[in-house]
């Protein structure tokens, strides 16, 4: 007998986010052992907030929150607050309720700046390599280093040749017209105005010249688990530069080797 396919929605709902959540999911491990690493980082917390004012996000609810967007590949903020609006695996894992309001990305962004700031991230990201240690889970043998660019927030318009004034007003102050026809521009003669730390660097043959920073991976082999990280100017030679100050730190009297592709 075919069922009717009607829309009536109830008003109130008796099964929690934790129940609808499978047991065997493998964001379940995942959640226990960061809040047993956030109960840890309590004291710190405390010190990067006043005692009065206006409650903010709740550091251990931003954490986690972030550590969905990087599991997830959430491209921006405000696309991770859409999902933690209507996702409800995403609302358990983060400690939202299903009637939580969720939160404005800028102020997300905002109070995600605060924690940067006070090296939060990184001591998150030291006290779960100390986990995968004491579990067996890290190799001092055996390791991968690779690198990415990442774009910097500066227009290629920032580019230009230093000590150069152009004295023509811009037909647009916020966005002017440049015509870089038949202009060689390279990191030895042009600086951006407004990022001086960004270099002029491609992926490889063929693709386009932006402004970049240079991000580094250090990857044990035994479990390809990430155990350093670093960002670097792009310099054409930070990667190999980075991966011989990545062996250095490798503790251990084994001999290290360490791989990589031929970038």
Do not use: C
């Not at 006290?127 to 995968?132: F, N, P, W």
Request: charged share 30%.
């Amino acid at each position: 007998m075919r069922g009717d396919d009607l829309h009536q929605d109830g008003m109130f709902s008796y099964i929690s986010p934790e129940q609808r959540v499978p047991k065997d999911h493998p964001l379940r491990p995942i959640r226990k052992m960061v809040d047993e690493i956030l109960v840890d980082l309590s004291p710190r917390f405390k010190k990067l907030y006043s005692n009065t004012g206006r409650p903010s996000i709740a550091p251990e609810k931003l954490l986690r929150a972030l550590l969905l967007q990087v599991l997830y590949s959430v491209r921006s903020e405000r696309m991770l607050m859409e999902q933690l609006d209507y996702n409800m695996l995403f609302r358990w894992f983060v400690g939202l309720s299903m009637d939580d309001d969720v939160w404005d990305a800028t102020t997300f962004t905002k109070n995600r700046e605060r924690l940067l700031k006070g090296n939060i991230a990184e001591e998150l990201f030291t006290r779960v390599l100390e986990r995968a240690g004491g579990y067996g889970l890290l190799s001092d043998e055996h390791f991968t280093v690779d690198g990415t660019l990442v774009e910097a927030a500066a227009g290629l318009k920032s580019f230009k040749k230093g000590g150069d004034r152009d004295k023509t007003p811009p037909d647009d102050p916020g966005n002017p017209t440049v015509n870089f026809h038949g202009e060689k521009r390279s990191n030895q003669t042009h600086q951006s105005k407004t990022d001086s730390d960004a270099l002029l660097s491609k992926k490889g043959k063929g693709k386009e010249a932006k402004l970049n920073y240079a991000e580094h991976l250090l990857m044990e082999n035994r479990n390809g688990l990430v155990t350093d990280a670093s960002v670097t100017r792009a310099t054409g030679t930070a990667e190999r530069d980075v991966g011989v100050e990545f062996a250095r730190k490798v503790g251990g009297s084994r001999r290290v080797t360490m791989g990589g592709d031929k970038g």
